[in-house]
């Protein structure tokens, strides 16, 4: 029996998602608005990037997924603004709802360090699109490559950069030494893809610094082994058309390189940077919303925020990374906090992480994995990345056409989306 509560969830990305879910059986009126009508698993949009995966494996229609939670409606829409007094949010087109509890999932966007105009010429990965105009890149890297008469032309073609040495930017890396190493070998008649150079950018001293130093360390050496170059300890101080310019202990560099992507770091999303404004929330440098332990911020114990967007704290004092296992754990938390309250309970203790470890893959049966305090690493390492990944996309059907690609893929080195989409070309020069 429904009491008129009014659950309002935010964002249907991993927190949002969970928090939903947890409350398909409390009595209340549960509203989920998110500006895309399908869930993501972001952590594969790598795959979709290089040819590995199609968009439409890796999301799955949230009414779909939700079809049979009653008390929860699906709403398409982008929440622009909140008035935390009025307890109503805004949309993009002027729609208004109002809440009782308000849980802000939105994630986050990435983030250029105050260098909007990089955006232009070094893309990042956040979205389906995204995905797709860097497959677009990459691939008519090579095509544009095969036709250039200069050498060194060609050479500035064949030069990948990728700035940021964390999960993201290894495992982009990895997947494009694959395709050129592989993939595509035999289908050029001028230009060798295998000669192709792929380059890390990162301002940390290693690669995964979120990991422990070994993994790091044995990360880095199976770059090397698939021929991509770590530059640790450097700085980006310009990206353009042509390549890339950053700041060593020595001084600066220059790189020629016409495919340079983004994998360096994310911030708040806008309505993120709205609601901090609106409620005078303290935040980061990068504007996570600091939160109280039960997820709640300061003053407000009716909005709850989790994901990428909320700052929470390991009991060490620590902040939580802004990984999917987190928002997960946190959308669950929220919404049990919500219905706990609202039949009379007891407060709900201090959210609580549980750290489950980190994964990253590296290239073919090539992973580092860090479960429970474990370390693990290659083959067995690359299994468990396979079965976890499998194991969290949302829906049956999802699972079975990724295993099926991934297994023709392991056998065949083929990747079946390697179709060049999307606006024009850039521009080749000759």
Avoid: C
């Amino acid at each position: 029996m429904k009491t008129g509560h009014r659950v309002l969830i935010l964002g249907g990305g991993f927190g949002g998602l969970h928090a939903t879910r947890a409350l398909r059986r409390a009595p209340m009126d549960v509203t989920l608005i998110d500006r895309r009508n399908f869930h993501l698993f972001q952590p594969l949009l790598y795959q979709v990037a290089t040819g590995s995966l199609s968009p439409g494996e890796i999301a799955a229609p949230l009414r779909g997924v939700l079809s049979r939670q009653k008390n929860t409606r699906v709403l398409l829409g982008e929440a622009v603004d909140i008035d935390p007094g009025a307890r109503r949010v805004t949309l993009r087109d002027g729609g208004s709802f109002e809440y009782d509890s308000l849980i802000v999932a939105t994630g986050s966007e990435s983030h250029y360090f105050g260098h909007e105009e990089w955006r232009e010429w070094a893309p990042s990965l956040k979205s389906v699109e995204e995905a797709t105009a860097i497959r677009h890149r990459i691939l008519y890297a090579f095509e544009a490559a095969e036709r250039m008469t200069d050498a060194e032309e060609r050479r500035a073609w064949l030069r990948f950069v990728i700035v940021g040495g964390g999960a993201t930017g290894v495992e982009l890396a990895g997947a494009l030494s694959e395709i050129a190493r592989h993939t595509l070998r035999n289908d050029f008649r001028v230009i060798r893809p295998e000669e192709a150079q792929i380059l890390i950018l990162d301002g940390a001293p290693r690669v995964l610094p979120g990991f422990p130093e070994d993994l790091s360390k044995k990360a880095e050496r199976s770059l090397i082994r698939l021929g991509v170059r770590v530059r640790s300890g450097v700085q980006v101080m310009a990206i353009d058309a042509e390549g890339v310019t950053f700041r060593t202990r020595d001084g600066s560099e220059r790189l020629a390189a016409k495919t340079v992507l983004w994998a360096g770091g994310v911030g708040a999303s806008e309505l993120g940077r709205k609601l901090a404004e609106r409620t005078a929330a303290e935040t980061d440098r990068a504007g996570r919303i600091k939160v109280n332990p039960d997820l709640t911020i300061p003053g407000y114990p009716d909005i709850r925020v989790v994901g990428d967007l909320a700052l929470a704290f390991r009991p060490d004092g620590r902040p939580l990374p802004g990984v999917a296992q987190v928002a997960m754990q946190q959308g669950a938390y929220a919404a049990k906090a919500i219905a706990r309250r609202l039949t009379g309970g007891k407060e709900p203790p201090p959210f609580r992480y549980s750290d489950q470890g980190d994964i990253a893959v590296i290239g073919r049966a090539a992973a580092v994995a860090n479960l429970f305090g474990v370390h693990l690493w290659g083959y067995v390492a690359w299994l468990v990345w396979l079965f976890v990944h499998l194991m969290y996309l949302v829906s049956f059907r999802s699972r079975v056409l990724v295993f099926i690609q991934w297994g023709f893929q392991y056998f065949s080195f083929s990747r079946g989306a390697r179709l060049i989409t999307g606006g024009s070309p850039p521009k080749s020069g000759n």
